[in-house]
């Protein structure tokens, strides 16, 4: 029979022919030096992968439902015998679930179930595009070759050929002197990617979600960087065990070191990265993660441990736990939630030593926090217990904080209570800590404060009148200098808060505006209560600014309720988009008339006497998306002085393009200037690159600088500084940065790190991006990872 232009249906089922995409992988033996992550490289901050709930689970069409969908074919000339032999040639195709062959001819043997595939043999199978001169396939078991075939996968758009793939069977296949890469394949036969991987043989199998790859060799610029005689990787985006890329660096303090992290999937909701470093200067240090993910709860666990540091010739180690939970229970409104949080490490140099190996450990003050927090209609009710561990300094000591051991505390809160919004807070605390460092005795301390409130709102403006009633009670340790063994105290406070708006349309430089007026009046009223004989646990004085000036007490805490009898009064104008409410620019001022000294202070602190307090003078500009500026001004009324002044400048116009200025002065104490910025050198010669979308860079053959300085006027000399350079080059981009970090007045850690990365495969060096983002407000990273293309991009 012979048949023109027709299409009809085949008893065969093309199977699963090659991996439909590549996927974040690792090397499984200790020798191999890189991540053959065919889809996606690591995150910036070298986490492996997220954690997945292990109820998710990836679904895929069984063996039997693809051998029951119906397998169309087309071309321009189709001949056969029925239950024998079928040939199409001319645009021959076959289509199937995600799979469609192309070629100039198409012959199918039904009794053998073999298709034979010849003449510019093109394979799409859910996106990834295979091509060669010759296919021959057992379609249902899905056994057969494909010689000298060149492939492009989807996903991360990378590339490479083949002598030969072998089909195992659906789910296996080998594939004979292969190459990958993700350069961008240029015409012309003399053309080389800038890097490329090559095997000798790589084995895919896709039940088990693995590919090896046997005689590895990557070559950068023609240079074999690293031979690899075995890698393993995963298929798909499930996490894989195995080693991590290698990180190299070297600094002062360390000298050059060399970290080889092993990733261990436990779980689709466990993982632990186990990170040996050998350092030059100090020894071997092993960095151990271990995190969980669970319905009800999730955490992390991570412990360093480095034996016999050579810088201190002593046992060093790190703990740091967080953990948080959901706890089910039937006296709560809906359950308990439990975080807890511990930090610990060996010595009092930890903080100075290990400024990279583990943030949350390189504070010199070291919380180890556990609190239960629970609902119960209006009340909400917590229980804590904060312990801390201080990292002294004999050339700076610090004054241990106190622990709470425990603290539990309470809040009633009743909106609209016979017209009156009303709260209650109740605290027992039992203070902890060493007296011959603090100075001061152990205590249990009660405290409660009751207010009530009551907002009377117009369209032109609010008045809040506020009494508030505290009291406190403290049992001692020891008694006191005065011989008592406890005190107490209640203080009463009445406060006014009152406002007004007025608007008005404007116009400013040719812009229509919506203008503001809101002046502000606040009202004070503390009586005096002597607290001079009372320890100090937990209160210091709040910083004079707009967010603080309107507040009843002067001191954050509960040991210390200033007496007041004054009055803020404020202003503030702002200037609004109509259209859409955007602020425009805001300027404001404000200013305490104080009518009695205020006798109630922290110990060693005088009374504040002035009748007139600083007059703070603030604003904000955004008139330009891609520019800001804000700042802040204390002036002195008296001397007529700034006391203290903060300023502040950025411009972001896009893509890439950030600059962040700041000045900070306090008089008679300090005076810093500090820049951060990225921006595309070849700008300077007109180069602006174009947009390829978010987290794609600005185009090959950019350089980008980087960097932030931090300067102190006063001494004359830089604090903190990053300073770098980026290379984007398309399919591989190239960082090396400069950082140092004051640790002390003296003494700085300095490094360098330079790092290459193989887009879409993996980094080789020591990763900058996680001190870039910490430094550079608005950094973006030149390849931000993105969402996995749909099939239907490359859809045949």
């Not at 736990?321 to 229970?329: F, K």
């Not at 004085?541 to 007041?564: K, L, M, P, W």
Request: include cysteine.
């Amino acid at each position: 029979m012979r048949m023109m232009n027709k299409h009809f249906l085949l008893p065969c089922a093309l199977q699963r022919m090659m991996p439909g995409r590549f996927a974040r992988a690792s090397i499984s033996v200790a020798v191999a030096l890189l991540q053959a992550s065919l889809a996606s490289a690591q995150s910036a901050d070298n986490s492996p992968l997220q954690l997945k709930p292990s109820s998710e689970l990836e679904e895929q069409l069984s063996s039997e439902a693809r051998s029951s969908v119906p397998t169309f074919v087309s071309g321009e000339h189709i001949t056969g015998r029925p239950d024998l032999e079928t040939t199409v040639e001319g645009s021959a195709a076959l289509r199937k679930v995600d799979v469609v062959i192309k070629a100039d001819r198409l012959d199918y043997y039904q009794p053998t179930d073999t298709a034979k595939a010849t003449g510019h043999v093109r394979v799409n199978r859910a996106g990834n595009v295979y091509e060669g001169p010759l296919l021959e396939l057992r379609v249902d078991a899905f056994e057969g070759f494909f010689n000298e075939p060149s492939y492009h996968f989807l996903r991360n758009d990378a590339h490479g050929q083949a002598d030969r793939v072998d089909f195992l069977d659906e789910q296996r296949a080998v594939i004979h002197n292969a190459t990958f890469t993700t350069c961008k394949r240029l015409p012309g036969p003399s053309w080389m990617p800038d890097w490329i991987l090559k095997a000798s043989t790589i084995s895919l199998d896709n039940e088990e979600d693995v590919g090896t790859a046997e005689g590895a060799v990557l070559s950068f610029k023609g240079v074999p960087l690293l031979p690899v005689p075995y890698i393993s990787f995963p298929l798909s985006d499930q996490r894989k065990s195995g080693v991590l890329p290698p990180t190299l660096g070297m600094d002062n303090i360390n000298g050059t070191e060399v970290s080889v992290p092993y990733y261990w999937n436990i779980a689709p909701n466990r993982d632990a990265t186990i990170t040996p470093t050998l350092m030059s200067k100090r020894g071997l240090n092993l960095d151990t993660e271990f995190r969980y993910l669970e319905a009800n709860y999730s955490g992390s666990l991570r412990a360093d441990w480095m034996p016999s540091d050579q810088l201190r010739n002593i046992n060093r180690w790190g703990l740091n736990l967080n953990h948080q939970a959901r706890l089910q229970s039937e006296w709560t409104s809906s359950g308990a939630v439990l975080n807890m949080s511990l930090n610990r490490v060996s010595d009092d140099n930890y903080w100075r030593d290990f400024t990279r190996t583990n943030g949350s450990l390189t504070q010199r003050l070291l919380a180890n926090d556990a609190t239960l927090m629970w609902t119960n209609g209006a009340w909400a009710s917590s229980v804590r217990t904060l312990k801390w561990q201080t990292l002294q300094d004999v050339t700076a000591p610090i004054i241990p904080p106190y622990d709470r051991l425990p603290q539990i505390a309470t809040r009633y809160t009743r909106p609209n209570l016979w017209g009156l919004d009303v709260t209650l807070d109740a605290d027992y605390t039992r203070f902890q800590s060493d007296s011959s460092l603090t100075l001061q005795p152990n205590a249990e301390r009660t405290f409660s404060v009751l207010q009530a409130s009551r907002t009377f709102q117009t369209s032109a403006g609010y008045v809040r009148p506020k009494i508030q009633l505290h009291a406190t009670n403290y049992q001692f340790d020891t008694v006191l200098a005065n011989g008592e063994s406890s005190a107490s105290r209640v203080v009463p406070t009445l406060s006014m808060d009152a406002g007004l708006v007025f608007e008005r349309d404007t116009q400013l430089f040719g812009r229509k505006l919506l203008q503001t007026l809101e002046p502000r009046a606040f009202y004070v009223n503390t009586p005096y209560r002597d607290q001079s004989q009372l320890p100090n646990y937990d209160s210091g004085a709040y910083d004079f600014n707009f967010a603080t000036i309107y507040q009843e007490n002067a001191f954050v805490g509960n040991d210390r309720i200033s007496d007041s009898n004054l009055l803020t009064l404020g202003v503030t104008s702002r200037f609004l988009d109509p259209d859409t409410g955007a602020e425009a620019a805001r300027v404001g001022l404000a200013q305490r008339l104080r009518f009695r000294d205020q006798n109630v202070t922290l110990p060693g602190a005088l009374p504040a006497q002035d009748r007139i307090s600083d007059i703070l003078l603030g604003g904000s500009v955004n008139w330009d998306a891609r520019w800001r500026f804000d700042g802040t001004v204390q002036v002195n009324p008296t001397t007529e002085q700034s006391v203290r002044s903060t300023l502040g400048a950025s411009y972001n116009p896009g893509s890439y393009r950030t600059i962040n200025a700041a000045y900070r002065f306090q008089r008679d104490s300090s005076e810093q200037l500090d820049i951060g910025w990225q921006w595309p050198l070849n700008d300077l010669w007109g180069d602006r690159g174009k947009y390829l979308g978010p987290g794609q860079g600005q185009g090959e053959g950019r350089w980008y600088s980087v960097g932030r300085l931090n300067y102190s006027m006063n001494e004359g000399k830089l604090v903190d500084s990053v300073l770098g350079f980026e290379y984007d080059a398309g399919c591989w981009l190239g960082r090396i940065v400069l950082e140092r970090l004051q640790t002390s007045s003296i003494t700085a850690t300095q490094r360098i790190m330079f790092q290459l990365e193989f887009v879409g495969f993996s980094r080789l060096g020591v990763n900058p991006l996680k001190s870039l983002k910490d430094n550079i407000p608005n950094y973006q990273n030149l390849r931000e990872p993105g969402a996995a293309p749909s099939r239907f991009s490359n859809y045949d």
